[in-house]
């Protein structure tokens, strides 16, 4: 708590626009700190919410980086065909594309690649397992 604390005391103050401070000591110790804050924290966090949320969204990070481009352009090409783009302005569409975004690499996490990893799992746990069979006797 006292890192974090201190951690946005600091990013408050943006010692980096006058120039006072480097970059990288305004924004980039700050940064580590809120990073050393979230990581050497109490180990009653994966009770929380939050915390198996951010979990969740860590695990489904490479559904995210591959399927993003292409439900940001749907989401485009619907809002453009209902003529919403005037009406929702430009930051509520970054909030429903994050939203819509998330949510379905979530579901692609949980719907496929979760299952997909543990098939292969098995099939290779139990390959090797054949193997160090094979070579035991």
Do not use: C, N
Request: no cysteine; charged share 10%.
């Amino acid at each position: 708590g006292l890192l974090a604390a201190l951690a946005v005391v600091v990013l408050a103050q943006d010692f980096t626009g006058s120039g006072a401070l480097p970059r990288w000591i305004g924004w980039g110790i700050p940064a580590a700190l809120l990073v050393a804050a979230v990581s050497l924290g109490h180990e009653r966090r994966s009770q929380h919410a939050m915390w198996r949320f951010g979990v969740m969204l860590g695990d489904a990070s490479y559904a995210l980086y591959l399927v993003h481009p292409f439900v940001i352009r749907a989401t485009r090409e619907i809002v453009a065909q209902l003529g919403l783009f005037g009406m929702i302005g430009g930051w509520l569409y970054v909030v429903i594309v994050l939203v819509i975004t998330t949510g379905v690499s979530v579901l692609i996490y949980r719907g496929f690649e979760r299952p997909a990893t543990a098939w292969l799992r098995q099939r290779l746990e139990g390959a090797s397992r054949l193997q160090a069979g094979g070579q035991a006797a």
